[in-house]
T-cell receptor, first 122, second 105 residues
């Protein structure tokens, strides 16, 4: 059974930093890209970032490029999202989502974690 | 690529048919997926590549379309189908539509 479990969300002040983690199981970690997708309170879904199964390639949405960094640890079956220079617009539930392919931005998302809430507020 | 979903809200009685629309600002070929999100839950993949049902998805869900116009059809609504539905394209980066809420009439 595929499982994704996020953690690390909390309340942080504007300008602050936070690191999210997503531990996965039930599939071959290096064979599939992993993504972060966020959802602001009461709003729709927004793709944030993807990292290839190999961990060698990463892509970001324009809204977070230069502030967020995605990484992965194949030995721990874990994906991370380092978030810096946070603003109130980054307030959202952050979901970890397994991609349908091994690499590239072109993905659908066939399994999702339960999400972790990031609140940016003073 | 901008995805526009309509209607924003669809009121349907249990057992009735629901038809949801997703229109892309430019062609996405068949690289379109549909997700269901129940309140307080993560999204769930229903349909990928326009018409392929994901594992475990009931046959009452079907997807059609290509290019810029897509449809998700729920043939006979069950109580658990009342939720928000999102479309998503993977033709050019990734974008989601704004969602259609299916509620009980």
């Amino acid at each position: 059974e595929v499982q994704l479990l996020e953690s690390g969300g909390s309340l942080v002040q504007p300008g602050g930093s936070l690191r999210l983690s997503c531990v996965v199981s039930g599939f071959t970690f290096s064979s599939f890209a992993m993504n972060w997708v966020r959802q602001a309170p009461g709003k729709g879904l927004e793709w944030v970032s993807v990292i290839s199964g190999s961990g060698n390639n990463a892509y970001y949405s324009d809204s977070v490029n230069g502030r967020f960094t995605i990484s992965s640890d194949k030995f721990k079956n874990t994906v991370y999202l380092q978030m810096n220079s946070l603003t109130v617009e980054d307030t959202a539930i952050y979901y970890c989502a397994k991609g349908t392919w091994g690499a590239g931005v072109s993905q659908h998302f066939d399994h999702w974690g339960q999400g972790t809430l990031v609140t940016v507020s003073s | 690529i901008v995805l526009t979903q309509s209607p924003a809200t669809l009121s349907v009685s249990p057992g009735e048919r629901a038809t949801l629309s997703c229109r892309a600002s430019q062609s996405v070929n068949s690289y379109l997926a549909w997700y269901q999100q129940r309140p307080g839950q993560a999204p769930r993949l229903l349909i990928y590549d326009a018409s392929k049902r994901a594992t475990g998805v009931p046959a009452r869900f079907s997807g059609s379309g290509s290019g810029t116009d897509f449809t998700l059809t729920i043939s006979s609504l069950e109580p658990e189908d009342f939720a928000v539905y999102y479309c998503q394209q993977r033709s050019n980066w990734v974008t989601f539509g704004g969602g259609t809420k299916v509620d009980i009439k």
